[in-house]
Nanobody, 123 residues
């Protein structure tokens, strides 16, 4: 079983930066793809970014491309989402996800999820 715990959310002004962290435990995730999704009130969960097991490839949703950066450290069982030039529309609960065999934007295919961390961007 895999447990994922997000942290780093909070209130940030538009144009600012924030770094989200996701700590994994229970099983080594060195062979898992990792991802970030977000869900704003009244909206469906949205793909943000994904990274392959070795960090060799990263994939970003169009709304965050060029502003957010995903990274991971398998030795520490950690992944991060560096958020820059944030906008009010980035306000959402952010979730990290992991899967041993899927790498992509489909949230239904990720087996493991964290509980989420709230990010609020003020204008």
């Amino acid at each position: 079983q895999v447990q994922l715990v997000e942290s780093g959310g909070g209130l940030v002004q538009a144009g600012g930066s924030l770094r989200l962290s996701c700590a994994a435990s229970g099983r080594t995730l060195s062979s898992y793809a990792l991802a970030w999704f977000r869900q704003a009130p009244g909206k469906e969960r949205e793909f943000v970014s994904a990274i392959t097991w070795n960090g060799g490839y990263q994939y970003y949703g169009d709304s965050v491309k060029g502003r957010f950066t995903i990274s991971r450290d398998n030795a520490k069982s950690m992944q991060w989402l560096q958020m820059s030039s944030v906008k009010p529309e980035d306000t959402a609960v952010y979730y990290c996800a992991a899967d041993p065999s899927y790498y992509g934007f489909d949230d239904a295919k990720y087996d493991y999820w964290g509980q989420g961390t709230q990010v609020t961007v003020s204008s």
